[in-house]
């Protein structure tokens, strides 16, 4: 028997990393404050990692959805597979050319194209195990988070290149 509601739980499971950090801060705080300055030292690391743990958290509580969508996603050592109902398939991280959020389908899609001539992956933004999806994409060099996590939240039906690799050569470089 649970003593909250299934909605209620799900949101504090969605920002369970923020409050964790709240509590951690609290904890700093009061060895601050407290006992004395024997416990200063490890009450300020506690306010400093409560501190970082709540930015964190409240990224990562941005970008995640119920997870009831079609699918699944799963996150290997840099390799990303989508398993759906009628479409699938991998890539990797390294391959990875461009990334894109598609908000012309119902719901929103992440496109990912890899950099060979393949067709690129379509993984809904609320397909379970989406969460994963945070850290892979964070990996990415250049990525602008906060750039991201506002796309994500915003309404209109368009498509947004989230990043994109820079090419190896310099623009101003001729091959001929």
Do not use: C
């Amino acid at each position: 028997m649970s003593f909250l509601r299934a909605g209620a739980r799900d949101q504090l499971w969605r920002w369970r990393e923020a409050l964790v950090g709240g509590a951690l801060l609290l904890l700093g705080l009061w060895l601050v404050a407290g006992p004395g300055y024997l416990l200063a030292v490890p009450g300020y690391a506690a306010l400093a990692g409560g501190a970082a743990l709540i930015w964190l958290g409240a990224q990562r509580a941005r970008f995640r959805d119920n997870g009831d969508g079609a699918g699944a996603v799963q996150v290997v050592e840099g390799q990303i597979t989508y398993f759906g109902p009628l479409t699938g398939g991998t890539v990797a991280l390294r391959e990875l050319q461009r990334l894109s959020l598609d908000r012309q389908m119902f719901p929103a899609h992440w496109r990912l194209e890899p950099n060979d001539d393949t067709a690129p992956l379509l993984i809904p933004v609320n397909a379970a195990g989406s969460e994963a999806l945070f850290d892979a994409f964070a990996a990415l060099p250049g990525l602008r988070t906060e750039r991201m996590l506002f796309e994500l939240r915003k309404t209109r039906r368009d498509t947004v290149v989230i990043w994109e690799r820079p090419p190896l050569r310099p623009a101003h470089v001729l091959l001929h």
